[in-house]
């Protein structure tokens, strides 16, 4: 019983990572209508450079980690002028072929760049040790401070959306890219923001998750895999859905861990989002949207 309670603790906070990479393609997605396939590999590469802050120029970690919120704007900006700008009247099956194509870019620049000594360790922002014990179940810092930072990040992307002119142009680019570009919003700008937001989202997550999958280029595949699933469990359409759906994937594939083994856990992922799609085809939080011809 103490060893399920600390799975679905652990769960909840690893599902809110979930939910906020989930978060950040769904926002790409209503902006763009495409998919990112590159996400997690964006937060990958910065924070490989923030290794190499630390191993090279002998920076501290605070003063790394802090260059590496930087770094991964620019990341994600530069990617987005280069793969995602040229031709978007292209389509956006188009679009999302160059997000893969992208993804498969950054996967090979960091496997030529750090590939030959791989899996590398990066210093833990929080400590393993146990920060505090509920009914004989110890939760570490690593928990406790992922969890804090999750709904940290949740709580202010709640007050930049509903509080800020900025947020609400992005929701009215995100509700209609096209009624928005009538009303004077700078649909461009929107989307490079929106492409350094998700960026920056996807490097505090990999910082989060890297003392336990440890630093390699492939680091991000499976939280990708969870997030992109968050997200169609909690529906493409509502920005909080990935939320929910993150928070769903987490205590599942925990507790299905604890009970069986990692495969199993994923199995039972899937049969969740397949049980979702069945009978919630939109997601959780969407409702089907209906066309006119």
């Known amino acids: 019983m103490?060893?399920?309670?600390?799975?679905?603790?652990?769960?909840?906070?690893?599902g809110l990572l979930y939910g906020l990479l989930g978060f950040a393609i769904v926002v790409l997605y209503k902006c763009t209508s495409v998919a990112n396939f590159a996400q997690g590999n964006l937060g990958a590469v910065a924070t490989f450079l923030v290794f190499q802050l630390l191993v090279l120029a002998r920076f501290g970690l605070v003063l790394a980690l802090a260059l590496g919120l930087v770094i991964s704007a620019l990341v994600g900006a530069a990617c987005y002028f280069f793969a995602i700008r040229p031709k978007p009247e292209a389509g956006h099956?188009?679009?999302?072929?160059?997000?893969?194509?992208l993804y498969l870019l950054l996967l090979a620049i960091m496997n030529v760049a750090w590939g030959k000594y791989q899996p590398y360790t990066f210093p833990a922002v929080f400590?393993?040790?146990?920060?505090?014990?509920?009914?004989?179940?110890?939760?570490?810092?690593?928990?406790?401070?992922?969890?804090?930072?999750?709904?940290?990040?949740?709580?202010?992307?709640?007050?930049?959306?509903?509080?800020?002119?900025?947020?609400?142009?992005?929701?009215?680019?995100?509700?209609?890219?096209?009624?928005?570009?009538?009303?004077?919003?700078?649909?461009?700008?929107?989307?490079?923001?929106?492409?350094?937001?998700?960026?920056?989202?996807?490097?505090?997550?990999?910082?989060?998750?890297?003392?336990?999958?440890?630093?390699s280029s492939t680091m991000m595949d499976l939280y990708l895999l969870l997030a992109f699933t968050s997200a169609i469990i909690g529906g493409l359409n509502n920005i909080y859905g990935p939320f929910l759906g993150g928070l769903l994937v987490g205590v599942v594939y925990n507790v299905a861990a604890i009970q069986w083994s990692r495969d199993a856990a994923v199995a039972c992922v899937f049969v969740l989002l397949l049980a979702v799609m069945m009978f919630r085809p939109s997601g959780i939080l969407s409702s089907a949207r209906t066309e006119r011809l």
Do not use: C, H
Request: aromatic content about 6%; charged content about 10%; proline content about 2%.
């Open 2 to 14: 103490q060893l399920l309670l600390s799975g679905v603790i652990s769960g909840v906070a690893i």
């Open 93 to 101: 099956l188009n679009v999302t072929m160059r997000t893969l194509g």
């Open 127 to 215: 400590s393993s040790e146990a920060a505090l014990t509920i009914a004989d179940v110890n939760i570490s810092w690593l928990t406790v401070g992922t969890l804090l930072i999750a709904l940290a990040m949740a709580a202010a992307f709640e007050t930049f959306f509903r509080r800020t002119d900025l947020g609400l142009m992005f929701l009215a680019v995100a509700e209609n890219p096209a009624v928005a570009s009538l009303l004077g919003v700078n649909t461009r700008k929107v989307t490079v923001l929106a492409w350094a937001i998700s960026s920056v989202v996807a490097y505090v997550i990999a910082v989060l998750v890297v003392p336990v999958t440890l630093l």
